[in-house]
């Protein structure tokens, strides 16, 4: 059963994702500026569901595990270059 289950780098983030989620719907962020909990909470939601389905149209079209790690992590790696360029704006 475990051999059937595709470990990858999005799934990681999607996890990661939730877990954040999970932080924020308890209440243990104390802190928040300009932005409240509730709008974290949604952006994050949506960013798992945009990340699930890139997952699994990456799982669909590429099918050796090597290549998945390669190519989702060169796209993770990607977007958080770009997130940091545009966040020095």
Known sequence: ?????KLTPLSLVIAVCFTYAAYLILG????T???GNGVK???TL?????LFLT???FRRFIESKKWIWLIQ???ILIIVV?????QKR
Request: net charge negative.
């Open 1 to 5: 059963m475990l051999d059937r289950l």
């Open 28 to 31: 243990l962020e104390t802190e």
């Open 33 to 35: 500026r300009g932005i």
């Open 41 to 43: 909470i949604a952006y």
């Open 46 to 50: 949506v960013l798992v569901v945009i």
């Open 55 to 57: 997952d699994l149209l």
């Open 73 to 75: 992590g060169s796209f």
């Open 82 to 86: 770009l997130m940091i360029i545009f």
